[in-house]
């Protein structure tokens, strides 16, 4: 049998009419390409290239500092005066600062028992401390558990309060605020917060209060998360990657160089009348943390992040808790960026050099650029640049920046290495939510004041069966789906393909990679799956 031609399996005014919707669309192509696409292309291909370059100096100027820190052992013991409080015969307990530690929750159904239980363990003088335990649960039953956790604490004779209140007005840095107006806080000289997946070990007061105790200078110490699910899934180990960089590098930087970085908003002690006189909490952006921190930094005080203490706590091991969570750090700190840029260049308190410092390197290059660059570049110009052979992309840009500052984020996590690449692919496509939320928190628009608790999965794990990919999920499909990640998959692989045709700088080897990471995510296969009753 003779073989069949197109013409004869379709009808000649079909074949006629997608030709010529085909010729249509390539001549439409090339009318705009030259005019418009290829100069569009070229500004946005300069604008990164930019910040990418922006982004690797600070980068490397950040690992010249560790790097200097850890060659001539500028601990923060050597940099600060540190001894331990002592017994005093004629004082008595009274030798000791009164402490305040306060735990804020909501719906904590989960975690509860284990931060209260670690709070009422830490090691301190008992009429010297209180626990006061902030519930925000709308869960009238977590409610009840936990007023009943603090009554179980309360009659072994620890000093804790439950402290409710009949709305959420300002979420956690609502509750801050509210807890720190009771009577009985007027006494306490320092207040220490831990979210309530935190577990500090007994001697955590030990370690901390006393760079406080023997620096009136100083307002904050802050201590570094030590992840106990960090092995539960891919996503918490890339998670692990990104934080551990941020606390092994940026936060020690911070405080080697500026005696500033951003509070963690936990884990941490505050010396109380530093933070009342930076004007204590605001709930004018997601990052009520942050915002603290640079108020105090401008009214002079000095911030100690002490890397060697640690405080245990959870990831987020399901996807859509981690988006929640990244829109809230992402787009927090830029409308925070916003607010504060005329404040912070307007301030004569400190010098030029931190404002620059504070300015540029901690809002600009590592809350805005980064997360910007990361999408654009590698999702948007890279790929179009295969359908726009006249632009080139050089490849120091393209290959060696990425690659440089690929390895020096491996340097917080040297245990995950060999997961470089997963963590490349993974970043990439939260890039996408990260820019996103920075738009949002820049031009103060949609959902930059939404707050959504991030869920904790505490000990659930161990008493629920995971979900596997192959069970079938009692999840709704439209909470698997995300279409963002879908939409952007589908253009990375079709970008692929056509390099693959007729490109030569063979990008479809990452193309392909990328796109494969968004249909992953997209189709909500990443993180953990537990069922819920």
Known sequence: MDRLSSATLLPGTFQGTRDDVTEQVGLIWQQIKAPLIVPLLRIALFFCLTMSAMLFVERVY?????????????KPEKRYKWESIRDDVELGNSAYPMVLVQIPMYNEKEVYQLSIGAACGLSWP??????????????????????????????????????????????KAGALKEGMKHSYVKQCDYVVIFDADFQPEPDFLWRSIPFLVHNPEIALVQARWKFVNANECLMTRMQEMSLDYHFSVEQEVGSSTYAFFGFNGTAGVWRISALNE???????????????????????????????????????????AYRYQQHR????????????????????????????????SFFF?????????????????????????????PKWGAVYIPSIIT?????????????????????????????????????????????????????????????????KLRIMISDRLHLLELGVGAWLFFCGCYDLAFGKNHYFIYLYLQAIAFFVMGFGYVGTFVPHS
């Open 62 to 74: 950040m690992g010249f500092v560790i790097v200097l820190v850890k060659l001539f052992g500028r």
């Open 126 to 171: 008992a009429d010297r401390i209180i626990i006061q335990v902030l519930d925000d649960s709308t869960d009238r039953t977590v409610k009840d558990l936990v007023e009943l956790e603090c009554q179980r604490w309360a009659s072994k004779g620890i000093n804790i309060k439950y402290e409710i209140r009949d709305n959420r007005n300002g979420y």
């Open 278 to 320: 930076a004007g204590g909490w605001k709930d004018r952006t997601t990052v009520e943390d942050m915002d603290l921190a640079v108020r105090a930094s401008l009214k002079g005080w000095k911030f100690v992040y002490l890397g060697d203490l640690k405080v245990k706590n959870e990831l987020p091991s399901t996807f859509k």
């Open 329 to 360: 750090w992402s787009c927090g700190p830029a409308n925070l960026f916003r607010k504060m840029v005329m404040e912070i260049l307007r301030n004569k308190k400190v010098s030029l050099l931190k404002k620059v410092y504070v300015l540029y």
């Open 365 to 393: 290059v590592r809350k805005v650029i980064a997360h910007i660059v990361t999408f654009v570049f590698y999702c948007i110009v890279m790929p179009s640049s295969v359908l726009v052979p006249e632009v080139e992309i």
């Open 407 to 471: 390895i020096l984020n491996a340097v917080g996590t040297p245990r995950s290495i060999h997961l470089l690449v997963f963590w490349i692919l993974f970043e990439n496509v939260m890039s996408m939510h990260r820019t996103k939320a920075t738009m949002i928190g820049l031009l103060e628009a949609g959902r930059v004041n939404e707050w959504v608790v991030t869920e904790k999965l505490g000990d659930a794990l161990k008493t629920k069966p995971v979900m596997k990919a192959t069970k």
